[in-house]
């Protein structure tokens, strides 16, 4: 009869190892002298007594879940069970790296939380770390679909790390400093337009009284904005690529610099991806809605909403005098298309001259569009 442990049967483990794990106080260790089954080895309160719980050889992957909020990272790392907290500054960031190093994780996953994992995730990208920063909507819906109704930190890091075992996502591409430089400007710069569109429309029909200090405001915002636009083109002058790139984009008729900044920062797959898939990627893509004999009107959803978003502000004025897309505006209008419709039609045409652009590194030419 095989022996039991706090009155539990121990689990069976074959002679052959390949990977084994022996955790001493909070952390596992990877033993190399195994060929076969991986083994987690869990010390008990006596030192003298252990479980082995056996893994098949053909699961040897390492997933580790992070669960991200402003104080902490909560850390749970899939199949050894380990789980452990840390405090999200440097400290605690370089403690934790330290401490999922010697694991060799296959992937580290954490959730997109707007810039709560930006400091984990480029100290992790320095250290050579597989990073995989996932959509919190995604996850959240896998770990229901697995019945999960109940949530702590504990268990959204568990969940983040079954998602990534269970859905094995690619690994993220981080963005160069400077690249995430052109962004957070890109932002600001938004930002700042939407303040001075309320400024105006403030000043409209707010009495005269007080017009001089919104009109100081708006002086201070246009002074602001003229700023960023030159740190912006300073920041792609600086690296050839880029202003190769910028003036390829440039040479397009309905192209102005923010359109190219924000392809530039927010779509680097431009260029690398066929004409479907770049499409999709963006959220232009028309998506089926159909059941049985029920067939749905095609919509978009997903994908990159800044993009999206400076495209179809682009795309307002370049029907009104884009010599291949506003005959084709036209043309889809006359036939009944609806007009937002047509918009979001010649929104993925330009953006599949776009990628064919980057991706052949030729200009604009309009015979050959």
Not at 55 to 72: A, H, K, L
Not at 238 to 251: I, T
Not at 289 to 302: E, P
């Amino acid at each position: 009869m095989r022996p039991t442990f706090g009155g539990h049967r121990r689990p069976f483990c074959h002679s052959s190892m390949r990977d084994r794990f022996i955790k001493t106080g909070n952390k596992y260790e990877r033993d190399k002298n195994s060929l076969g089954i991986t083994r987690i080895v869990m010390w008990a309160s006596s030192p003298n007594s252990k479980a082995e719980i056996a893994y098949p050889m053909n699961n040897p992957e390492i997933n580790v879940g992070i669960d991200t909020s402003s104080q902490q990272l909560d850390i749970y790392v899939r199949p050894t069970g380990q789980f452990f907290s840390v405090r999200n500054d440097a400290a605690g960031i370089k403690d934790a790296i330290k401490q999922l190093q010697p694991l060799k994780p296959t992937r580290v996953l954490i959730e997109s939380t707007g810039r709560l994992e930006l400091d984990f995730v480029c100290t992790a990208h320095k250290a050579g770390l597989p990073l995989v920063v996932c959509n919190p909507s995604h996850v959240r819906h896998f770990a229901k679909s697995a019945g999960r109704l109940a949530k702590t930190d504990k268990l959204d890091a568990h969940d983040i790390a079954h998602f990534g075992e269970a859905m094995q996502p690619r690994l993220s591409s981080i963005k160069p400093e400077k690249l995430r430089a052109i962004s957070d400007l890109l932002v600001v710069r938004s930002q700042c337009l939407e303040m001075s569109t309320m400024q105006k429309n403030r000043l409209k029909r707010m009495p005269k009284t007080v017009h001089k200090p919104i009109q100081s405001i708006l002086k201070t915002i246009k002074t602001e904005l003229t700023k960023i636009d030159r740190q912006l083109d300073n920041l792609v002058s600086s690296v050839s690529e880029w202003r190769q790139k910028r003036d390829l984009l440039l040479s397009a008729k309905g192209v102005g610099n923010v359109l190219a900044y924000t392809l530039m920062s927010e779509l680097p797959e431009l260029g690398k991806l066929n004409r479907k898939e770049i499409a999709a990627l963006v959220g232009v893509a028309p998506m089926n809605r159909d059941s049985g004999s029920f067939q749905g009107k095609r919509f978009i959803r997903g994908g990159r909403h800044r993009v999206r978003t400076v495209l179809f502000v682009s795309m307002m004025s370049a029907i009104q005098c884009h010599p291949k897309l506003k005959p084709m505006y036209e043309r889809m209008v006359a036939a009944g298309k609806p007009k937002k419709v047509a918009i979001v039609a010649c929104m993925r045409k330009q953006l599949t001259i776009l990628n064919t652009m980057v991706k052949n590194g030729t200009y604009w030419d309009e015979n050959l569009v």
